[in-house]
């Protein structure tokens, strides 16, 4: 029937993947939402009753897809591990029919190290060459993926704790990269380094932002653990920051809530997000002091991946 959505479930979802050019879709969205063509409502949180657990919205539409979007994620309480999912919806802007409904898990994963590689690309000095990456699972390992091919890598350091005694996880990594080092502390990994992701679920800083050099960029994302910073909030006053979507980050972002609270910091000293910098309106980082990214994902990030998806779909 014409008006029933292509279903697509986790397995079909991962080879798919392979196939989709995320960071060039995502560049393209975030130029649309610097253009005034898509639109970013906020999160909405609703919460279960007898705290049985709680359901994330994330919205977003996008004109020259003409397409809006949910992704919807609960968090369901159980006598054991709770149980958390993601599906996303798209729907028509032009009929209002639905398109697509699919497994959003491994796109969350992809399309948060997609947003991640589209700031280094912007934000990067062109001539880095020693990358860190703090964390070591599938998200890390995304991002990687994602920032492989943006400059020309000489040296790639990945730090986790227990990595070392992990030789399936090293394997992994070995097959990623041939020159990848695995290090012994989350100092020596970031050390000199021109780009320092920060990929882990932590909700405290995992890195000593005193040696981060003039120039370094910092990149950060976010987690379930409230008010979650990578990086201790001081910090911020220090750094060049940039964010997502200046519109919604601030006020989600656990350092940047802490640094206006305890820091003095305010978000219009943020230089710029991902689509002032996608359509030119915002000025680049200098050398004279660290950069600093933050992303707490986007539903229009979500609506990207999934309408990357649905035009490959319909060509398969």
């Known amino acids: ?129 020693k990358l860190a990456i703090i964390g070591s699972g599938a998200v890390a390992q995304a991002h990687f993926r994602h920032v492989q091919s943006l400059r020309e890598w000489d040296e790639v350091r990945v730090f986790s704790p227990g990595l070392e005694a992990n030789a399936g996880r090293k394997a992994e990594w070995r097959s990623l990269s041939a020159n990848v080092q695995f290090s012994d502390s989350a100092e020596n990994c970031t050390k000199d380094a021109d780009v320092v992701m920060l990929c882990t679920s932590s909700g405290t800083p995992v890195i000593d932002t005193k040696a981060v050099q003039p120039g370094a960029l910092v990149t950060s994302i976010s987690t379930n653990v409230a008010r979650a910073h990578e990086v201790d909030p001081a910090w911020l006053s220090q750094a060049q920051v940039y964010c997502d979507y200046r519109e919604t980050t601030p006020a989600s972002a656990g350092e940047m809530v802490l640094a206006a609270q305890e820091n003095g910091w305010s978000a219009s000293e943020i230089k710029g997000d991902l689509a002032e910098l996608a359509t030119d309106n915002c000025p680049l980082p200098g050398s004279d002091r660290p950069v600093f990214f933050r992303s707490i994902g986007l539903g229009l990030e979500d609506i990207a991946a999934a309408n990357a998806v649905l035009k490959l779909a319909r060509k398969t």
């Open 1 to 129: 029937m014409p008006d029933t959505p292509i279903i697509l479930n986790a397995e079909q979802i991962a080879d798919l993947i392979p196939r989709i050019d995320l960071v060039t879709e995502l560049r393209s969205m975030f130029a649309e939402l610097g253009h005034k063509q898509a639109a970013q409502p906020a999160q909405t949180l609703t919460l279960f009753p007898d705290d049985r657990g709680d359901y994330i919205t994330y919205l977003g539409a996008q004109a020259q897809a003409a397409t809006f979007g949910a992704k919807l994620s609960p968090y369901l309480v159980t006598g054991g591990k709770p149980i958390i999912t993601a599906w996303t919806l798209l729907m028509s802007m032009e009929t209002g029919l639905p398109l697509l409904l699919c497994d959003a898990g491994q796109l969350t994963t992809e399309r948060t190290a997609g947003t991640t590689a589209l700031a280094v690309d912007f934000l990067a000095k062109k001539e880095a060459h």
